[in-house]
């Protein structure tokens, strides 16, 4: 479970020492991200050599960080003070292009 500004996010279906009053509903968070050129040239040249390619690797960090500030965001606007069941999706959308997909359910918690 992690606290970000007073909103409780958790991966389980509850969060231990809160009770869950209300469910608000399905709650996401999208990205869709592609590198720059100079970044798509340097992670093609490391992909020949082989290895970890820090390129992509920073840009799906990013991008993981954005999905989940939308997450939170859309549960916000839905009334949740909290997320449950937080699970991300990834699949490429195109050659140089990514999606994130961060979601939950959207709860009102109080603290027990």
Same mark, same amino acid.
């Given at each position: 479970?992690? @606290?970000? $500004?007073?909103?409780?996010? =958790? @991966?389980?279906?509850?969060?231990? *020492?809160?009770?869950? #009053?209300?469910?608000?509903?399905? @709650?996401?968070?999208?990205?869709?991200? =592609?590198?720059?050129?100079? *970044?798509?040239?340097?992670?093609?040249?490391?992909?020949?050599? @082989? *290895? $970890?390619?820090?390129?992509?690797?920073?840009?799906?960090? $990013?991008?993981?960080?954005?999905? #989940?500030?939308?997450?939170?965001?859309?549960?916000?606007?839905?009334?949740?003070?909290?997320?449950?069941?937080?699970?991300?999706?990834?699949?490429?959308?195109?050659?140089?292009?990514?999606?994130? #997909?961060?979601? *939950?359910?959207?709860?009102?918690?109080?603290?027990?």
């Amino acid at each position: 479970m992690v @606290s970000v $500004e007073e909103f409780v996010i =958790s @991966s389980a279906n509850n969060v231990p *020492g809160y009770k869950i #009053l209300e469910t608000k509903g399905f @709650s996401y968070g999208l990205i869709v991200r =592609s590198r720059g050129l100079g *970044g798509q040239i340097r992670g093609e040249l490391r992909s020949i050599l @082989s *290895g $970890e390619i820090k390129e992509y690797q920073q840009m799906m960090e $990013e991008s993981i960080d954005k999905a #989940l500030q939308k997450l939170i965001d859309h549960a916000k606007s839905m009334g949740a003070n909290g997320l449950v069941a937080i699970r991300y999706d990834s699949d490429a959308v195109a050659t140089n292009m990514q999606e994130i #997909l961060a979601y *939950g359910t959207a709860v009102v918690v109080e603290k027990e």
